[in-house]
Nanobody, 123 residues
Framework: QVQLVESGGGLVQAGGSLRLSCAAS????????MGWFRQAPGKEREFVAA????????DYLDSVKGRFTISRGNAKNTVYLQMNSLKPEDTAVYYC????????????????WGQGTQVTVSS
């Protein structure tokens, strides 16, 4: 059974950092592109970052550029989102997603999704 499991969320003060992890199991995700999305209360799901299977291509939401970094683990079945200089507006449930093709910002085209991890940034 395919499964994506996020971890690393929590409560942090503005200006702080968190590192989210997404572990994939049940399939060889080393050849899959992966992405991070987030959804704040009352808002639509929003693209945050994406990475190709090789790690050579990445994309970011403009508002997180320079603060967030997406990367893959050595085994490539894990993807990370390093979040620095966090702001209250970054508060949301963060989801990871995977697909065999690079989908970038297109949430509807990802085949697999995790259950999400809550990130709360206090001011």
């Amino acid at each position: 059974q395919v499964q994506l499991v996020e971890s690393g969320g929590g409560l942090v003060q503005a200006g702080g950092s968190l590192r989210l992890s997404c572990a994939a199991s049940g399939r060889t995700f080393s050849s899959y592109a992966m992405g991070w999305f987030r959804q704040a209360p009352g808002k639509e799901r929003e693209f945050v970052a994406a990475i190709s299977w090789s790690g050579s291509t990445t994309d970011y939401l403009d508002s997180v550029k320079g603060r967030f970094t997406i990367s893959r683990g050595n085994a490539k079945n894990t993807v990370y989102l390093q979040m620095n200089s966090l702001k209250p507006e970054d508060t949301a449930v963060y989801y990871c997603a995977a697909d065999r093709l690079y989908r970038g910002i297109n949430a509807n085209e990802y085949d697999y999704w995790g259950q999400g991890t809550q990130v709360t940034v206090s001011s």
